[in-house]
């Protein structure tokens, strides 16, 4: 084995133990917990060379050695491929996200399984509405002159609009079949015209009325649009304070801040992503380690905020397999 092959694997193992143990981790301790095959010399020369270059560092006088950031950057680049989880644990997520009722417990389930598997904060972004699309609207009538307006998006979301609009129980059901059979797959700024277009033919009465509920259906689509985040395990966090050298304070703080969570989101792109310590461009976020992934239609993310001593391996497993469950709900 060359030599930085096996220091790679050095760095590996200072890692893993220090994720496990939260102690800073010697030479001696890694010759006994790990075969190199080599003598403990050169494991010595091995972490001497290491903390030359940056990726770990020395907390105390005689003390072990620990990951810096770039370590664990490093650490993180090194993984070629996520253990699987195994099928009772994908079962749990599917079972436990199965039993959603609408959008809202999606994405409340979502962030507590994703806080419970990975005993991290979790992070659920509301998906963007505007690019979710209709599966069907219903119209109802209430009295002589109100009207309920029901409307079910492809996610499962369920909004209803009681609107000042005199139908007869004939009229509504023949709107409803009507702005139903036209509407299903509309996003929120198809909606209008597609009504339009598609009641052209009804009597002016019924062309305004459709209008009218056209117009209620592609607000309360766009009303949902705005940016909305569930947070989930904050206890998580708080039981790792001991990882967070200054303090956990900064990070509670920024957590609380809806635009640093939209920013926070927003400059992510890839399916997964890492970001750890001072990578993260939040000041208060300098100690902390964010993996998220993308999900559903759209851009909306979730994920997790946690130390940057963490299980990376188990936890982006975590991360990506709620997300691609969670996008398997949404377009079912």
């Known amino acids: 084995m060359r030599s930085d092959e096996r220091r790679l694997r050095v760095l590996q193992a200072i890692v893993e133990d220090y994720v496990h143990t939260r102690e800073p981790v010697g030479s001696k301790a890694l010759t006994e917990r ?93 998906p963007d509405l505007d690019r979710m699309t209709l599966r069907r609207v219903e119209v109802l009538t209430l009295s002589e002159r109100m009207c309920l307006l029901v409307i079910i998006t492809e996610s499962g979301r369920v909004e209803q609009r009681t609107l000042e609009l005199p139908l007869g129980p004939e009229r509504a059901r023949t709107l409803s079949a009507r702005l139903s059979a036209a509407l299903a797959g509309c996003s929120a700024p198809e909606v209008e015209l597609t009504a339009f277009e598609a009641c052209a033919d009804l009597e002016r009465a019924d062309r305004e009325a459709a209008a009218i509920l056209a117009r209620a259906v592609a607000e309360a689509m766009s009303e949902q649009g705005e940016e909305r985040f569930v947070l989930a395990g904050t206890a998580n966090l708080a039981r790792t304070t001991p990882d967070f050298p200054r303090s956990i304070s900064p990070v509670l703080d920024a957590l609380e801040e809806q635009v640093v969570l939209m920013r926070l989101f927003a400059e992510l792109s890839d399916d997964l992503t890492i970001t750890i310590g001072a990578e993260n461009v939040e000041e208060g976020l300098a100690e902390t380690s964010v993996i998220t992934s993308s999900y559903g239609i759209g851009s909306a993310r979730l994920g997790i905020v946690g130390p940057t001593r963490m299980d990376y391996p188990t936890t982006m497993a975590c991360v990506r397999a709620v997300a691609r469950y969670l996008t398997k709900i949404l377009g079912s």
């Open 34 to 126: 790990h075969d190199f095959d080599v003598s403990p010399a050169t494991i010595r020369n091995d972490m001497a060379a290491l903390e030359e270059i940056g990726l770990i560092h020395q907390p105390h006088t005689s003390a072990g050695r620990v990951p810096t950031d770039t370590g664990y950057r490093t650490f993180v680049d090194s993984i070629s491929q996520l253990k699987p989880l195994s099928a009772p644990e994908r079962q749990a997520i599917e079972r436990w996200l199965d039993g959603a009722v609408d959008l809202d417990d999606v994405v409340l389930r979502a962030g507590r399984l994703l806080a419970q598997l990975t005993h991290q904060l979790a992070i659920v972004q509301y």
